[in-house]
Nanobody, 124 residues
Framework: QVQLVESGGGLVQAGGSLRLSCAVS????????MGWFRQAPGKEREFVGAVSWSTGSTYYPDSVKGRFTISRDNAKNTVYLQLNSLKPEDTAVYYC?????????????????WGQGTQVTVSS
């Protein structure tokens, strides 16, 4: 069992950047998928990227490809989501998630552990 804590959210102007952090603690395994999701009020939870903890391989949906970047720091047990060229439609609560896996996972139903979320607001 693991615990996840997000941080780094805030208010930013359109076109600006933000870096979100997800600190991982507790019991972990050698093979883990780490994912980022977002959810706006009244909207479905949306996948925005994932990384393999062990290999560093990443995957992004077309909606954020070229703007968002996921990285991880094994020594700090932390996963990052770099948000660039932000748009008002990116406004949402952003969550990190973890699951035992040998490759990246894009479906939220396949993740086992979730953080509390951090609010990102992009103004026009």
């Amino acid at each position: 069992q693991v615990q996840l804590v997000e941080s780094g959210g805030g208010l930013v102007q359109a076109g600006g950047s933000l870096r979100l952090s997800c600190a991982v603690s507790g019991r972990t395994f050698s093979s883990y998928a780490m994912g980022w999701f977002r959810q706006a009020p009244g909207k479905e939870r949306e996948f925005v990227g994932a990384v393999s903890w062990s290999t560093g391989s990443t995957y992004y949906p077309d909606s954020v490809k070229g703007r968002f970047t996921i990285s991880r720091d094994n020594a700090k047990n932390t996963v990052y989501l770099q948000l660039n060229s932000l748009k008002p439609e990116d406004t949402a609560v952003y969550y990190c998630a973890a699951a035992r896996a040998t490759k990246v996972i894009t479906l939220y139903t396949e993740y086992d552990y979730w953080g509390q979320g951090t609010q990102v607001t992009v103004s026009s």
